[in-house]
């Protein structure tokens, strides 16, 4: 290949899906994306859980653009901080996209949780010991002390979103079994 494809390949900015989103709306399109990826409904929902508690947005519609309350800097759909905050902000402008747009925030989460290593592990992925588990609540622990590792834990109200999520969701299908528009 041309210089140019090495370049792209090599480049830490999180690559851009093929996915397009679908769904009625922002709750269905991430279901959506997520389910696209491999996830089981009880991964997907274990996700999601976190996801709305950690945004303060369970429909999604402004999570993308979502200031941490408590002035802790986290930003966005998983809260980003710090210099994870700075390197989705980096990856945003390499790719010439707004750092709010939901399927940048979704591609870049993916990037992130293929290629983090769960912890206590140097070989083991993010989304690898993710896929592994059965149970919605076993997901959201995960997905929790992995991919968030927050300094309050509220694990509590992440399953009950997590919880939700799969009730209306769930049934092995990526569109929601709720929508009437295609």
């Not at 059965?134 to 997590?162: C, I, W």
């Amino acid at each position: 290949g041309c210089s140019k494809d090495r370049q792209i390949k090599s480049n830490d900015a999180a690559p851009t899906g093929d996915t397009q989103l679908r769904g009625a709306n922002n709750e269905e399109k991430v279901w959506n994306y997520l389910k696209d990826q491999g996830y089981s409904d009880e991964q997907v929902a274990g996700i999601m859980g976190n996801l709305a508690w950690e945004s303060g947005d369970k429909t999604f519609e402004k999570a993308t653009n979502s200031e941490e309350l408590s002035g802790g800097g986290g930003y966005g759909l998983a809260q980003w901080t710090g210099a994870r905050r700075t390197e989705i902000n980096e990856a945003a402008k390499k790719q010439g996209v707004s750092v709010t747009d939901l399927k940048f925030q979704l591609d870049y989460l993916n990037y992130e949780i293929n290629t983090r290593t769960e912890k206590g592990s140097s070989t083991v992925t993010e989304a690898e010991g993710l896929k592994k588990l059965q149970s919605v609540d076993e997901a959201t622990k995960y997905f929790m002390d992995n991919f968030e590792r927050p300094g309050v834990p509220h694990l509590d109200k992440r399953m009950q979103l997590a919880n939700e999520y799969l009730e209306k969701y769930g049934g092995g299908q990526s569109t929601s079994k709720t929508a009437g528009a295609s």
